[in-house]
């Protein structure tokens, strides 16, 4: 049983949770790197338990438009409040398991501790990672920048500990004038002016149960297609629907010198599943450039099973686009660390993301969604494409 003092402490750890989770995210871009106070936390709070609330009310905040946009999709408010609540509890519980009482044992299990929260299985299920933040200070920094972030976080941790006179005045006049600075002067991704973004608010998906609609649709994103200026074009995730000979038919009277680039479901028959995909449509050919690495997992991706979306997940780290080499990311995978690392391994040129997210028009998940994709830009150096329908 809790006391009244470690209830306290509890729930005052719960609020500040609450906060870091809900200022870091969906606000500005520069608010983002508030989110490593929880790699901080991992190394200075002394007690489990008020480990676990911060953690916990964060993962519970930052994700608050999961809960919406799930309640939305399946009109069950009780599935996606239980969905909302397991969620963050599994995100949440490696942050304790993998802990110490001992201040030293702390700072050797930290890197341990970031290895399991990127790579699978972990991986696939935790997003609003703090990892990529640093970019708001240290842009351009690539691989580099990742390192000088965890000797930072840990020169910060050792400052705190033994210096317990200054730190109440240091410390919150350095985060201050951070924020302050950044706010004003936020850090700029490059855009892709090569590629047009093309952006929509159609309800779209699935599209599998009403074949005019679908149609109606390919000729919504056609005739944006016919209409634009640019030469290189890109729609969002399944703007081209269950793409097969009858699909591809519409593209044939493309202008000869334009090329889509636009998400698309596609029915593998030997493996009984589909493929969630990027597509590079031409004049008079089209052809798989990307299949999605992450699907959902257990809504699209559903393992060990003959159904639901086929999986990638060590497979297409990068593609080419327009002579450069670049990584893709759709959707959900937009929101992990895994991929990312994956893909700038092999030092890809530009970004380019496709998201549908119509379910949750109105939440902060789109914008996250973005975010996370800039940063990652902005941490690289390279330029971003980004399509969203939502």
């Not at 608050?64 to 996606?80: H, I, K, M, P, Q």
Request: hydrophobic share 50%.
């Amino acid at each position: 049983m809790f006391s009244s003092l470690a209830l306290r402490s509890f729930l005052l750890a719960f609020l500040w949770g609450m906060f870091v989770g809900y200022i870091s995210w969906g606000q500005h871009l520069s608010f983002t790197i508030l989110s490593l106070s929880l790699f901080l936390a991992y190394l200075l709070v002394d007690k489990r338990q008020l480990l676990f609330g911060f953690v916990w009310a964060y993962y519970l905040m930052a994700s608050r438009g999961f809960l919406l946009g799930v309640e939305r999709y399946y009109e069950s408010f009780g599935y996606a409040f239980l969905a909302w609540l397991i969620v963050a509890t599994v995100s949440s519980l490696p942050w304790v398991f993998i802990w110490s009482a001992s201040f030293q044992r702390r700072l050797l299990l930290f890197p341990f501790f970031l290895i399991v929260m990127i790579l699978p299985p972990m991986g696939f299920i935790s997003w609003v990672n703090p990892l990529s933040t640093i970019a708001v200070v240290l842009s351009d920094f690539g691989f580099l920048g990742i390192i000088l972030e965890l000797i930072i976080i840990y020169i910060l941790a050792i400052f705190w500990k033994r210096y317990r006179d200054a730190r109440y005045y240091f410390m919150p006049l350095i985060a201050i004038s951070l924020i302050a600075t950044l706010y004003y002067s936020p850090p700029k991704v490059k855009e892709n002016l090569e590629i047009e973004s093309i952006q929509s608010d159609i309800e779209y998906f699935p599209m599998t149960f009403d074949k005019s609609k679908e149609y109606k649709t390919l000729k919504s994103f056609f005739y944006k297609v016919q209409n634009s200026k640019s030469q290189s074009i890109l729609l969002p995730e399944n703007a081209l629907g269950n793409y097969g000979s009858v699909q591809s038919m519409l593209w044939q009277d493309l202008d000869e010198k334009k090329t889509v680039l636009g998400g698309a479901t596609i029915y593998n028959a030997r493996r009984s599943k589909n493929i969630n995909a990027l597509l590079e449509i031409k004049h008079n050919s089209s052809k798989v450039l990307y299949k999605q690495r992450v699907p959902v997992l257990w809504e699209m991706w559903k393992p060990f099973t003959n159904r639901g979306t086929e999986a990638t997940i060590f497979e297409q780290a990068t593609v080419q686009i327009n002579g450069e080499k670049a990584g893709v990311f759709i959707c959900y995978e937009q929101l992990l660390v895994y991929p990312y690392l994956q893909t700038f391994f092999y030092e890809p040129k530009i970004l380019i993301g496709i998201s549908n997210l119509y379910w949750a028009k109105g939440t902060n998940i789109s914008v996250i969604q973005k975010e996370t994709m800039e940063l990652w830009a902005i941490l690289f150096g390279v330029s971003l494409s980004f399509s969203l329908n939502g």
